[in-house]
């Protein structure tokens, strides 16, 4: 091996490490540098596309393993590195571009799994690429390929209940991903999946508290967040139009007041997570008592009247 080899090899080893401990802005310069001293060298495009992941440029990082991909067209990684970012992709879009994004994340899956059929990994990129494009009984029938061959897995587990909830099937959800956080207790996914499924399920404050805690263990992804922010600002809403939304009406500012809560609220939710479970502590309870003394009350206004 000549030394400009060794060169590119080391530097793509370092750009995967780079990647692994989410430094993938400097995992970036490096599989750049790599990636200019072998043009033709699929690796180095590889791991730019990784690292493009972490940085959530899905769309480059789909371009990118597609760079690999014409470089070495029968080796399965670049058809799962596009695979997974078309998936990702394309849980951003809506409407046709959502559905585009999916069918071209299941054609990357299915040649991944064709030139490597014992390899879960590829079963896995399909699962998630056929749960978006719909297609729910065959993409369980790819998470259990995946099962059968990785058991012990936490991916595996969390892909089956990313499936899961695509399918709405809440306790499969809710079973897979504690299967995954026995495997490993800080999965982020698998925190973020459970607690989705729990709040779909209608348990709601136990769902709550496990999203706190996927938001908790990685502060700086926007998942967990966001859906945090979906569980408080109902609840938040409820408070506004209880407590303060009566006297916006008396000074002439109703509509304006909610309107500016409203907005308010979510950016200040999903920027502090943890003032969802404080919210839910006493919003929900103080909505609830208000509104039963209104209904009390208009009852009593009816029979009286």
């Not at 000549?2 to 310069?29: C, F, G, H, W, Y």
């Not at 690999?68 to 990702?88: E, F, H, K, M, W």
Request: a positive charge.
């Amino acid at each position: 091996m000549t030394d400009p080899e060794d060169r590119v090899t080391a530097l793509v080893n370092e750009a995967d490490a780079l990647v692994d401990v989410k430094r993938s802005a400097e995992a970036i310069e490096r599989a750049r540098e790599a990636a200019s001293l072998a043009p033709g060298d699929p690796r180095p495009f590889r791991s730019w596309s990784r690292a493009l992941y972490g940085t959530r440029q899905y769309r480059d990082a789909a371009g990118m393993a597609g760079e690999s991909i014409r470089l070495a067209p029968n080796d399965p990684v670049g058809y799962r590195l596009r695979s997974r970012a078309l998936s990702t992709l394309a849980r951003q879009c809506t409407g046709g571009e959502r559905a585009t994004c999916a069918e071209a994340a299941v054609l990357d899956g299915r040649q991944a799994v064709r030139l490597l059929p014992a390899d879960p990994n590829g079963h896995l990129v399909l699962a998630e690429a056929l749960s978006l494009a719909k297609a729910h009984a065959e993409a369980e029938a790819e998470v259990q390929a995946a099962i059968r061959t990785a058991p012990n897995s936490p991916a595996t587990w969390v892909t089956a209940s990313l499936v899961a909830l695509a399918a709405r099937n809440w306790p499969r959800a809710i079973e897979a991903s504690r299967h995954a956080l026995a495997l490993d207790p800080n999965n982020y996914a698998a925190l973020n999946n459970l607690g989705v499924a729990l709040r779909a399920s209608g348990r709601r404050r136990e769902g709550t508290e496990v999203l706190g805690r996927a938001a908790r263990v990685d502060p700086d992804a926007p998942t967990a967040r966001a859906n945090l922010s979906r569980a408080g600002i109902r609840v938040a809403r409820v408070a506004i139009l209880v407590v303060l939304l009566p006297i916006g009406f008396l000074v002439h500012a109703g509509i304006l007041l909610y309107l500016v809560f409203a907005v308010g609220s979510n950016v200040v939710i999903s920027r502090r997570p943890d003032l969802v479970l404080r919210f839910e502590r006493w919003a929900a309870p103080l909505a609830l008592f208000v509104f039963r003394r209104r209904r009390r009350n208009a009852d009593d206004t009816g029979l009286t009247g």
